[in-house]
């Protein structure tokens, strides 16, 4: 199944993506991860697209599309995967349908408070990527890595000015995609509205809608 998880930064897309991989067997997508792979290898596009992705402002759309549809080439997508920060504006949106047929949008509605707290606590492995939280999913070990003991850090762009320039840009230019995956039919939201549910719960109810789609669509 090809999904989309959409939602604004700190919704919690990368924390549910990291846990449906395993259980859907598909491929984790983040073009978050792959722009940070880029500027951490500091390779020349690495270098040019390192301040939009500090100053919490959108890749142009040219460069992400391309990245994207590389990543999308690989087999290991052949059976489906799961986006994880993409599409993030209509012409994106667009591009896509040219590359893979979608089968699912996840929504995931988030109050404001609880996406400023997340991302202000938010810790990330510098090695595997894993997402910790120092309110709700604190690694055993002070800035350690329970998975793998990468050293932890907090991301760039998790500065609470550029937090909130990021929920400006996802009001503006990315929240259009709600109303375009609606009217095709392919939208769900998932409300998470207390910080403290446990990402288990919200896992539950995506594999729910997931296993609802399949059956309607004969999967
Ligand atoms: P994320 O980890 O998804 O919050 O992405 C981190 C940063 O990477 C964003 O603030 C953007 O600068 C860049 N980025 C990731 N995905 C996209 C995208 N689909 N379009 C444009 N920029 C992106």
């Not at 997340?118 to 055993?140: E, W």
């Not at 609470?160 to 392919?186: D, M």
Request: glycine fraction near 6%.
């Amino acid at each position: 199944m090809r999904i989309v998880l959409l939602g604004p930064p700190g919704a919690g897309k990368g924390t549910y993506a990291s846990r449906l991989t395993v259980k859907l067997g598909v491929p984790h997508i983040s073009t978050g991860d792959i722009v940070r792979e880029e500027i951490r290898k500091e390779t020349d596009l690495g270098k040019k697209i390192k301040d939009y992705s500090d100053r919490g402002v959108l890749v142009p759309d040219e460069i992400i599309i391309k990245l994207l549809a590389e990543r999308l080439k690989k087999p290991d997508c052949n059976e489906g995967f799961i986006l994880d920060g993409f599409p993030r504006t209509i012409s994106q949106a667009e591009a896509l349908e040219e590359i893979a047929k979608i089968d699912l949008v996840i929504n995931l509605v988030v109050p404001d408070e609880i996406i400023i707290t997340r991302l202000s606590n938010r810790l990330i492995c510098s090695k595997c990527g894993a997402i910790y939280n120092l309110l709700t999913l604190k690694p055993k070990r002070d800035m350690i890595c329970d998975r793998c003991g990468g050293n932890l850090y907090r991301r760039e762009d998790d500065k609470p000015e550029v937090i909130k320039k990021r929920l400006n840009v996802y009001r503006r230019r990315t929240e259009p995609l709600i109303e375009y995956y609606s009217k095709k039919g392919l939208l769900r939201n998932v409300v998470c509205n207390d910080l403290m549910i446990p990402p288990e719960d919200i896992i539950k109810k995506i594999i729910g809608i997931i296993k609802r789609c399949k059956e309607l669509r004969n999967y």
